[in-house]
């Protein structure tokens, strides 16, 4: 068996002992033994969950926040609100650890609207959400601003 079939072979058994063993060899300039196939695969996946993380964030806050906005429930507002937090402190560590993210902010927004949408009208059927986000939707005002204050000032 060559040494690519064994790496191969590795990574299918044990990712974590051929990570291991793909960055010694990066560390060590060893780029004639790398398993190539399998490393471009998981830098791959990498972009692709960083992607996928921003999403299902974006869910998540937009999910409450059309609750906190929307759904006449007081009792439930405190927990609502904890988890807009949550999220925007997530979305802030992962934009700073992964700037490029951003450009991805709107095409993940609409993902991310459709999905939270169609969630919280399944949860909330007697609600009658807007088919569309009705606020600022850059990044500065969606992890920053309380939309539900506004809209009780502008009552």
């Avoid at 507002?77 to 992964?98: C, F, G, H, K, P």
């Avoid at 949860?123 to 990044?139: G, H, T």
Wanted: net charge negative; hydrophobic share 40%.
């Amino acid at each position: 068996m060559s040494q690519l079939q064994d790496l191969a072979e590795l990574y299918e058994q044990d990712i974590l002992r051929w990570s291991e063993d793909t960055v010694a060899k990066l560390k060590a300039r060893d780029f004639e033994h790398l398993d190539l196939e399998h490393l471009i695969e998981e830098v791959e996946a990498l972009g692709i969950s960083q992607k996928k993380e921003l999403t299902s964030r974006l869910i998540v806050l937009l999910e409450h926040l059309l609750k906190r906005l929307y759904v006449n429930l007081p009792h439930d507002y405190n927990s609502w609100e904890r988890t807009i937090r949550t999220q925007r402190a997530e979305l802030e560590v992962l934009l700073d650890a992964v700037p490029s993210l951003s450009s991805y902010w709107d095409a993940s927004f609409n993902k991310a609207w459709q999905i939270a949408l169609k969630n919280v009208r399944k949860e909330y059927p007697q609600v009658n959400f807007p088919n569309k986000w009705l606020r600022d939707r850059a990044i500065e005002p969606m992890l920053n601003h309380d939309f539900w204050l506004k809209s009780i000032e502008e009552k």
